[in-house]
């Protein structure tokens, strides 16, 4: 397949978003609900075989592929069968797809200022063309996994296919009234496809063919960067693949050249962003007292804080645009620590934009894991003494049980935050962000010939 680029009449980069005949499951397969799941990475092995066991043709066969002595190889011949069987077939007409997904956030223990309400994120799932970071138009926030990478691209060597989006976000410089004036144009349709996963989760899916309609939506987004929200490892891996392809002689141009995205508008009201906590485990010369003795020069300090009032501590704190953490070693109590002056980075990392060092993961990650903890990037990197999780109650649980030797709590990152550190060509620390809730996978793919 081959696709026609288009470019901007004074010669800049521009975002090419195409539509495309995305490849979906068939009746044949079974029920939607049963064919989909979460993002692999997020999907233990237990959960992995109980997905089968509901219906052999679940997505994460191919997804996340297990079987026989070379998985890869095996997904791509799964994936060819079930072309030929009809269990997969791709739409009759190139698209772009609205996908909406409507969820509740419950209670306020995992990120600050967020309620039960029921809420919706709505977003565009189209192809983009491939370009470098370095050209300004598709961004990275954070810093990737080189073992994840490896995973994705003997994945897409074997099965020459997207099985999941890239999340992205963009900034709609016309204005609130004309963004939903694009996303409006599916409200009087009945959707394509619709579903309530596991949790309760409704996900639904529109197809917009009218060439018309496409070409106001290309050109209306074609001066927007696009941030990447989830799947930095999927992107690059992307990039990885299309010039391993150049080098076999594929030319320019192919399929092979985008990438299946979702893309959000960075205001959308249904946003929501968690915290990713911190856990530090096996460090040979863990004191407690002596590293708040160590922070005291840095922080203002309150000990022996009812863990009840965790949430309304750190709630207090994001709202005024402080930088602060618990600080949790086990019990029913914990420690405040907020950063007294913010210079203090500018004088710890003065290569960096303001955006970056004033981040709450970089005060975390490079005042206190490293300079006070001497936990480096690298051991940071491998997960040796520094695990994450999205979840309060595991780290109450890990450093109750003694897994873990402390944890700390963390406000989650504004999306505002994420647009300027990508904005200044850097990237944040590892799992400095967590987009809630995921997109779903197994409802489109993009098959790349």
């Known amino acids: 397949m081959t696709i026609n680029a288009f470019t901007r009449e004074d ?135 080189s073992k994840a990478k490896t995973d994705r691209f003997n994945l897409m060597k074997a099965t020459n296919c997207n099985f999941s989006s890239i999340y992205s976000l963009y900034m709609d410089d016309g204005g609130e009234e004309e963004t939903l004036d694009i996303l409006a144009l599916i409200s009087h349709d009945q959707p394509i496809s619709e579903m309530t996963d596991e949790s309760g989760l409704e996900h639904r899916l529109w197809a917009i063919t009218d060439t018309g309609i496409i070409a106001q939506i290309q050109n209306h987004l074609a001066d927007t960067k696009l941030y990447i929200a989830d799947g930095h490892h999927r992107y690059e891996t992307a990039l990885n693949y299309r010039n391993y392809l150049r080098g076999q002689g594929v030319p320019e141009g192919t399929a092979a050249d985008y990438i299946m995205m979702m893309m959000v508008e960075m205001n959308h009201p249904g946003l929501v962003v968690f915290p990713t906590h911190r856990l530090v485990r096996g460090l040979d010369s863990f004191d407690a007292k002596a590293l708040l003795d160590a922070c005291e020069p840095y922080f203002d300090i309150v000990k022996e804080v009812d863990l009840s009032s965790v949430d309304e501590a750190l709630e207090n704190a994001y709202i005024s645009g402080s930088h602060a953490f618990g600080f949790y070693t086990g019990g029913n109590r914990f420690t405040l620590m907020t950063l007294r002056d913010v210079s203090v980075m500018d004088r710890l990392l003065p290569s960096l934009s303001p955006a970056s060092r004033t981040l709450d993961v970089t005060v975390l990650h490079t005042l206190v894991l490293e300079r006070l903890m001497g936990i480096d990037k690298e051991n940071m990197a491998n997960q040796r003494n520094l695990t994450y999780t999205r979840s309060l109650e595991e780290v109450l649980h890990s450093v109750d049980s003694g897994e873990a030797q402390c944890g700390f709590i963390l406000n989650p990152t504004r999306v505002p935050e994420i647009r300027d550190v990508a904005l200044a060509g850097e990237k944040m620390p590892q799992k400095s962000t967590y987009f809630y809730p995921k997109l779903i996978t197994g409802l489109v793919m993009n098959k790349l010939d």
Request: negative net charge.
């Open 11 to 145: 010669g800049l980069s521009m975002a090419e978003i195409c539509p495309f005949r995305a490849l979906r499951f068939t009746p044949v397969a079974g029920e939607i609900e049963e064919l989909t799941c979460p993002p692999y990475d997020i999907i233990s092995e237990e959960q992995r075989l109980e997905y089968l066991s509901q219906n052999p043709h679940n997505i994460i066969r191919l997804e996340l592929p297990r079987d026989g002595q070379e998985p890869y190889s095996q997904a791509g011949e799964t994936l060819r069968r079930w072309l030929n069987e009809g269990i997969l077939q791709q739409d009759d007409a190139p698209a772009l797809y609205i996908y909406e997904i409507r969820f509740s956030v419950d209670g306020r223990s995992d990120i600050s200022g967020a309620d039960g309400e029921k809420r919706s994120i709505m977003g565009m799932i189209g192809l983009v063309k491939l370009e470098e970071f370095e050209k300004g138009i598709v961004l990275p926030h954070e810093e990737t996994l």
